[in-house]
């Protein structure tokens, strides 16, 4: 196992205004290793979303640093991401393939290969016979689909997920989940998921990063021992009611 | 049986024919009942005889008006276009052109027509300065609100793809201010044609303004308004036109305004 990731010492403070100040962040301390899974859960407004922007570079840290593969964060590394938001966040001027090769398009790739590869991940999802339809015409689910799709399109090392499943119902979102971790299996991305759903952060993940209220840090890093590939039997494994009551007591604690 | 009649009842083409006609006929009766005098109010009958029988006349300053009308329009589209994009980029510019302009808004810009005869002359160049500056203002500020309003998430997308200036312009936040833009545009088409008409009422030797005062003052009742109708369709079509290049360039702006009427319809 080799890092791929690491912050170190990352405080983030807003200046929302001139007199006023938020620290967001506190002091974070990861080390993320190469194809893991990670997922973040904390309670709202702890700096999950801050610390994905962080990731990506739309954002930058206050204090401290982070590395990629040793190196510090820099414009070039946008290469290795995707990242799917909460919102699908598609442009309802393009089809959903366009959609999905916005990022080759933006990047100058190869656009037959790019074409060929999009049309095979928008089948893996499920959505081969809606590629030329308009996003609008697709179920909040099918679009969320689609984004991780876009996301998924340039073969990211590193795919930042910010609570992508939130709006979804929780049928959809467990397919959707199941889905995600069996394309995880065969591209062997790095995965950071925000989530605020306990049940969800255990079944996708390696590790489950808890995080304490604002200003945001680290108050427990929990090992999911379960054997992959997952399903939903796991759902029902005692250790995955342990992680998940460590979790909840983790969030319990500091909510007080 | 029933349902059919409602599809024709829903018909916003058949409802206006419909309700044209009735007003039509019921003037013209009150017209003959009453035996109002030509000069004052001519009945649907005698406009309709009176644009068939002054049709060159008519055209030929009909399409005066036009040119004046599309001259000014097309030259505030890409003036208020670019001057929108320039604020929206530009932090400064925000603050002071902005700023500025919208300060210049509380002039009541009919009011300086005269001077922009005594400026510019007799000719067309006042008219369609006139015409330019009632329709820049609604265009720059919609596409300004336009590219100030697009999705954060969609900004952080063309970020983390890497995307520069200029291809996060293109692909992202020009095609999603379109729709704004083009409310500035319904906006500003019906200001042009008022633009238009009362800058040839100020001074004007053609131009359907100018016919419009003249042949009032020689109390030529069908020929005044028959004018008046041909502003009317003018108008019409002129906003149809660019209606018409909404739904063309950006079909999705309009779709939810569909689906909300839709809903409230379902709901009601
Ligand atoms: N642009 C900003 N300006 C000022 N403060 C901000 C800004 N963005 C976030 N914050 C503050 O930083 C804190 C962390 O925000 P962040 O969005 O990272 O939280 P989060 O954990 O993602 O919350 P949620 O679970 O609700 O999405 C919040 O308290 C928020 O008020
Ligand atoms: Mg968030």
Redo the contacts with the bound molecule.
Sequence with gaps: MTTLLSLEGIKKT?W?ASNQT?T?LGKIDLEVQDREFITIV?P????????LKLISGVLKPTKGRILVEGIPLQNSHRQLLGMVFQQPALLPWRTVLDNVLLPCEVKGQDMHKARALAEELLGLVGLNNFINRNPRELSYGMQQRVSICRALISDPRILLMD?PFAALDAITRFEISRLLLEIWSVKKNTVLF?T?NIQEAVFLADRVVVMTP?P?RIASIVDVPLPRPRTEKHLYDPSFSSCAETIHQLLGLNAL | MNSYWKKFYNNEFVTMVLSFSVAAIAWEMAVGLFSIPQWLLPPPTAIVTEIYQSAGYLWQNTLVTIEEILLGFVLACVAGTLLGIVIAYSPVMGKTLYKFLVATQSVPKVAITPLLVVWLGLGMAPKIIMVFLLCFFPIMVNMVSGLQSVNRELLDLAEVMGADWLQSFLKIRFPAALPHLFNGLRVSISLAVIGAIISEFVCADQGLGYSLLVSSSQLKGPLTFSVVTILAFVGIALFSIVAWMEKLICPWAKTTAAEDRNNSEKNS
Excluded: W
């Excluded at chain 1, 709202?44 to 610390?51: A, E, H, L, P, V």
């Design positions: 807003y929302p938020i967001a904390g709202s407004g702890c700096g999950k979303t801050t610390i609570e925000v605020h604002r945001g």
